[in-house]
């Protein structure tokens, strides 16, 4: 699997956040225990700046897991509860996390996040709206528990459904049927998930000469060593020319 974005072209980028955390069940964990380090969202919108201080230029990079082939979390955990998957998925087994966040320490990418706190005990069903606050979980995601870390699956549950229609119907998964979340919920369809076999915007993007990957200019080429399977387009900007005002 793979997984591809142009970052130039990602409009409202906190509604991919909302779309993830709807989607995946992630819990609202409330400004106290962001203050202190403690976020839960599994994608998160990096921003950078560059030129002057007057006018700086903008941009921003959505980051969450990028699936290594050769992840550096599933060396380090010792009760083997972050696994990789025959698609090319690092996928956490929350009932055997023990919750020692070696795996949090060792991403170099920063994405994994940790249930401090049992967050959907602490959640207030009461009042009137109680009953149908209890609906708001998606039934395909498991509501995870204190002590568990979790990360970004790239919405396994819509590939396990895409898979189990793709099995009755004896055929295979088709390009570009199993859409993530926040891929869904990107109105100018900047980003890509599929096969990287198949003919699909992932794979072009994976061939792209203007891809790149996080880390890819790092001296120690993390990116060489984790091969990531997320790609980012370059971003093409049009400037004024110096002597043009
Ligand atoms: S990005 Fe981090 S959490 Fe995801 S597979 Fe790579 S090392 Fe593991």
Redesign the pocket.
């Known amino acids: 699997m793979g997984y591809g974005h142009r970052p130039d072209s990602l409009h409202r980028l906190q509604r991919l956040v909302v779309a993830c955390q709807a989607e995946n069940n992630i819990p609202i964990v409330g400004r106290e225990q962001v203050i202190i380090g403690r976020e839960m969202h599994w994608l998160r919108i990096d921003r950078y700046y560059r030129g002057g201080i007057e006018a700086p230029d903008t941009c921003f990079q959505p980051m969450m897991?990028?699936?290594?082939e050769n992840?550096?979390?599933?060396l380090v955990c010792p009760v083997a509860a972050?696994v990789h998957s025959h698609e090319g998925l690092?996928q956490m087994v929350y009932n055997r996390c023990v919750g020692t966040r070696y795996?949090s320490n060792?991403?170099?990418?920063k994405?994994?996040r940790f249930n401090f706190l049992n967050y959907d005990a602490l959640f207030n069903y009461e009042g009137d709206n109680a009953a149908s606050l209890k609906l708001l979980r998606n039934p395909d995601v498991t509501v995870r528990s204190r002590g568990v870390m979790e990360?970004c699956t790239y919405c396994i549950q819509r590939i396990t459904a895409a898979r189990i229609d793709a099995q009755k119907e004896d055929r295979p998964i088709r390009d570009g049927e199993v859409k993530t979340a926040c891929q869904q919920a990107c109105p100018v369809q900047a980003i890509v998930f599929g096969n990287l076999r198949d003919r699909h915007d992932a794979s072009v993007l994976g061939s792209s000469s203007k891809r790149f990957a996080l880390h890819s200019g790092c001296p120690s080429s993390i990116r060489m060593t984790?091969r990531a399977s997320a790609w980012s387009a370059a971003a093409m900007r049009a400037r004024p020319a110096a002597n043009s005002r």
């Open positions: 897991c990028v699936h290594c992840a550096p979390c599933e972050t690092n795996c060792n991403c170099p990418y994405v994994r990360k984790t």
